[in-house]
């Protein structure tokens, strides 16, 4: 996200916490957390910085975050935007929490910094990424190595906790979440993004939202595409 938080810096104040056990956040002190706890404690962030009316914006996992802390407090947003959110069928989830996010340990040997690029690598070849089979095959080709390395990194900082904020994404239950907002809202995704297949079910769910169709922040040209439409929406 630092291209796109590059981007609308240009027009506003951004905050981009990391969600708590990822990047270089602490994890939250809960052996098995879900999103409303990650909501809580960004809610706690916001009221330590005194911003009692913002704008949010969340991706994948992020959106889930975004929507708990409109439950939380409603009269804290002014637009709500939800991006790229996975809805999942209860074979789908229980796959997915299986699979997708095992807990990897530091070995001696070096094999969890292959693991760690394979991981990073097949999301963009796969859906879900551990399916190597031609139907599981993106229409997408990979980013610049730059860009995969900072996002592999991303997840190196965090290998001990980085799959419990995933879990608690996949067990969440976002349709009920999402059927209870009232703030304004922008759902959007990228066309190349692994979870547009769900987009238009989500436009269902929030039948009064705006949507927005954009172009991703792989790089700075494509984010200032995508700031530009998010300010549009404001």
Same mark, same amino acid.
């Not at 969890?112 to 879900?128: A, G, S």
């Not at 139907?135 to 799959?163: A, F, I």
């Given at each position: ?73 409603? *009269? ?12 999942? #069928? /209860? $074979?789908?989830?229980?796959? &997915?929490? +299986? ?74 239950? *976002? ?12 759902? #959007? /995704? $990228?066309?190349?993004?692994? &979870?547009? +297949? ?37």
């Amino acid at each position: 996200l630092h291209f796109l938080i590059e981007a609308l810096s240009k027009n506003f104040f951004v905050y981009a916490p990391d969600t708590p056990g990822n990047g270089l956040s602490d994890p939250l002190d809960k052996e098995v957390p879900e999103i409303e706890d990650y909501a809580h404690v960004h809610y706690l962030a916001l009221q330590k910085l005194n911003i009692n009316k913002t704008h949010l914006f969340g991706s994948h996992t992020g959106a889930s975050i975004a929507a708990s802390i409109v439950k939380i407090d409603p *009269k804290i947003v002014d637009r709500l935007f939800l991006d790229s959110v996975g809805l999942y #069928s /209860s $074979s789908e989830r229980s796959a &997915l929490l +299986k699979n997708y996010a095992p807990a990897v340990k530091t070995k001696i040997t070096g094999e969890h910094l292959l693991w760690t690029w394979n991981f990073i690598r097949d999301q963009w070849l796969f859906w879900p990424w551990y399916e190597h089979k031609a139907k599981n095959r993106l229409n997408r080709g990979l980013p610049e190595l730059s860009y995969l390395n900072d996002m592999c990194v991303d997840v190196l900082q965090s290998l001990q906790t980085y799959h419990l904020s995933y879990r608690a994404a996949f067990r969440f239950n *976002k349709e009920a979440c999402f059927r209870s907002i009232k703030c304004p809202t922008t759902i #959007s /995704s $990228s066309k190349d993004d692994m &979870l547009f +297949k769900y987009f238009p079910k989500l436009q269902k769910i929030i039948p009064n939202s705006s949507s927005m169709i954009h172009e991703g922040w792989q790089d700075k040209k494509s984010a200032l595409k995508t700031a530009k439409l998010i300010f549009s929406e404001i």
